[in-house]
């Protein structure tokens, strides 16, 4: 078992519409994350949760809310999606902020037509 | 915002050649961490390093961290077809906290048969 997964794997949705992205992890870790991968910038931090209802910004955050109502899971919203946030998505979950490595989702592929 | 750069950002080589890539900053991290990310799927940890001048190694890869912290190298000895993918280093930040991990752009490893 994974331990981490992504829903859904593929989306393809119209600009203007609301999308969420569903992060479920059966690990119990406190941090959890959503990052942006885009060809020429790399994986950049979305929006953080260091528990249940405590959110934080990343670099990226602008056009993006997010949700922690429990712990294992940890949801991305594009309020109103556009071509510019074409993408693909990956969650991470982290037991610790500090020197522990991130495990990852598979990655949610969104295009915005 | 922090950058972390990564070299060479291609890379295609023959099977059973050895081959480094680099990761530097101009700021000192705290941890620095190496991952490998393979098509449609999301960044697998290969390593943490934490200490100054630290050596780890993973069979054929060897990582070192620079004596100041603020560079990182991953060396392959006989590379195989099996170690094509992106590699991704990723840095914590001295005084970062639950703010997560900064990424490189990576460095995209091809290994011909």
């Known amino acids: 078992d994974a331990g981490i997964t992504q829903s859904p794997r593929h989306k393809v949705t119209e600009t203007g519409t609301p999308v969420t992205l569903r992060c479920h992890q059966t690990?119990?870790?406190?941090?959890m994350y959503w990052y942006r991968q885009d060809p020429g910038h790399g994986l950049r931090l979305i929006h953080y949760s260091y528990g249940v209802k405590d959110t934080d910004k990343g670099e990226v955050s602008d056009g993006y809310s997010v949700s922690r109502s429990k712990t294992e899971d940890f949801l991305l919203t594009l309020e109103s999606a556009t071509s510019s946030q074409t993408s693909v998505y990956f969650c991470?979950?982290?037991?610790?902020?500090?020197?522990?490595?991130?495990?990852f989702g598979s990655g949610t592929r969104l295009t915005v037509v | 915002t922090q950058l972390l750069e990564q070299s060479p950002q291609f890379l295609s080589i023959q099977e059973g050649e050895n081959l480094t890539v680099y990761c530097n900053s101009s700021s000192v991290f705290s941890s620095l961490q190496w991952y490998r990310q393979e098509p449609g799927e999301g960044p697998v940890l290969l390593v943490t390093v934490v200490t100054g001048g630290e050596v780890k190694k993973l069979k054929r890869l060897t990582f070192q961290f620079g004596d100041a912290r603020k560079d990182s190298s991953l060396h392959i000895t006989a590379a195989q077809p099996g170690d094509t993918g992106l590699y991704l280093c990723?840095?914590?930040?001295?005084?970062?906290?639950?703010?997560?991990?900064?990424f490189g752009k990576g460095t995209h490893l091809i290994i011909q048969p």
């Open positions: 990723a840095g914590l930040y001295s005084g970062g906290g639950a703010d997560g991990l900064t």
């Open positions: 690990e119990n870790h406190r941090y």
């Open positions: 991470a979950i982290s037991p610790s902020s500090v020197n522990y490595g991130y495990t």
